[in-house]
């Protein structure tokens, strides 16, 4: 091998490490700045959205929020209703449980892989990248909120890396909800000592503090034993919708 050819084959090894090292150097940067393009970009369409609503659909609107609005109130003197009878019962078991989760909205500002519907970056404020984060959809267990790069990535249902605890069924036998890269999700380590059946709805159990207790999850839809443990599939109530914004539970008192 001739010196010229050491001189080229330096050169490219040159090229490749600079290439690998300041890739991983910008990466950070490069998704700051393309994560504020894109929520800029995002803001000017709702804001020309929202004009085109007010001018056209004004009226309809108005009515629609209305209905919502009775309908709302109806809800909340109920709620209210609950939440006396319950501060009763609680008083006359000298209890000392006190409930007062707080969530945040979040708005999706795009997949992180194309190709990979199960993982979005999300826009929130106040976000600590070292905690784990509740994520809901309508009421339902939706996934994960964790960080990447420092910014707020959301791992819906299906991700592999989306798990929290979770109760099946009238027995409450404990698992491990996680996604499968599949529509369907996956509870393990189920005692094999509780029963649970097929149909059997699936709750969070709020043990991990990522979500309160109760949220809905999905149902079970066929049962396994394997290695002293049972493993349930699951069929989701919310799986891969992408919305525009989803809710985070910031903190559980």
């Known amino acids: 091998m001739n010196k010229q050819t050491l001189t080229i084959a330096a050169l490219l090894v040159s090229l490749i490490g600079g290439t690998l090292y300041f890739t991983n150097f910008l990466q950070s940067p490069i998704l700051h700045l393309t994560h504020t393009i894109k929520s800029h970009y995002l803001d000017g369409i709702e804001s020309i959205q929202n004009k085109i609503d007010q001018h ?12 919502k609005n009775r309908y709302y109130e109806k809800e909340l003197i109920n709620l209210h209703q609950v939440a006396d009878e319950y501060q009763k019962l609680l ?11 707080q969530t945040a909205l979040a708005r999706t500002l795009s997949y992180v892989r194309f190709g990979d519907p199960h ?19 309508r009421g339902y267990a939706a996934g994960i909120v964790v960080g990447s790069y420092g910014r707020p990535m959301a791992l819906l249902n299906g991700d592999t890396k989306s798990s929290y605890a979770v109760t099946i069924g009238t027995t409450l036998a404990p698992g491990i909800v996680r996604g499968n890269n599949e529509r369907r999700l996956v509870v393990e380590f189920i005692p094999t000592w509780i029963p649970i059946s097929v149909g059997d709805e699936v709750l969070t159990s709020g043990l991990d503090r990522i979500f309160m207790s109760g949220l809905k999850v999905g149902k079970v839809i066929s049962i396994s034993k394997a290695s002293g443990y049972q493993s349930a599939v699951v069929e989701p109530y919310f799986y891969g919708k992408n919305p525009a914004y989803f809710h985070v539970i910031t903190q559980i008192r």
């Open 91 to 101: 008083q006359e078991q000298n209890s000392t449980l006190k409930t007062n989760p």
């Open 119 to 137: 993982r979005v970056w999300i826009e929130m404020d106040h976000f600590n990248p070292k905690k784990v984060y509740g994520l809901l959809y």
């Open 56 to 67: 056209f659909h004004q009226q309809a609107t108005i009515i629609a929020l209305q209905e």
